[in-house]
């Protein structure tokens, strides 16, 4: 069940590529416990494990791609320790790059209309889904 529509707080983000004159990429993030929105478009879950506590029927997903989420030996050591996100930023976007079919995947879905990756890490600002949509932003204007 889709919910009523919410604001995405990467329409800034969007918005400001948008006035370079560039195609943006509509993908944004969201936390899975916020729930779905109307306007969501095709919701991709991006970590490796599935959200503690929740059903199947609760978290609200089009697709489930754990393979694209850092290693679990990154996670870990990362534990979201905000003194190693700089070092845990490069190293997943090193892990990215050993992945280009997932990313071409999330990339066409990305062409189709808004996607948006949905994890659970209960920091909004540093997560494998920001550098995720990060990744996906800079590789539509390389």
Request: net charge positive.
């Amino acid at each position: 069940m889709r919910l009523p529509t919410a604001k995405h707080p990467a329409d800034a983000d969007t918005a400001t590529h948008a006035s370079r004159g560039r195609s943006p990429c509509p993908v944004f993030v969201k936390r899975v416990r916020e729930g779905a929105a109307t306007d969501d478009g095709v919701r991709v879950l991006v970590d490796r494990l599935w959200p503690r506590g929740l059903t199947k029927k609760m978290v609200v997903a089009d697709l489930w791609l754990k393979d694209i989420a850092p290693s679990s030996a990154l996670r870990r050591w990362y534990g979201h320790d905000p003194r190693r996100w700089t070092v845990f930023e490069e190293k997943y976007r090193s892990e990215l790059e050993q992945h280009p079919d997932l990313l071409r995947r999330l990339d066409a879905l990305c062409q189709d209309g808004r996607v948006t990756l949905v994890y659970d890490a209960g920091d909004e600002s540093r997560n494998n889904a920001i550098v995720l949509r990060d990744v996906l932003i800079e590789r539509r204007f390389d």
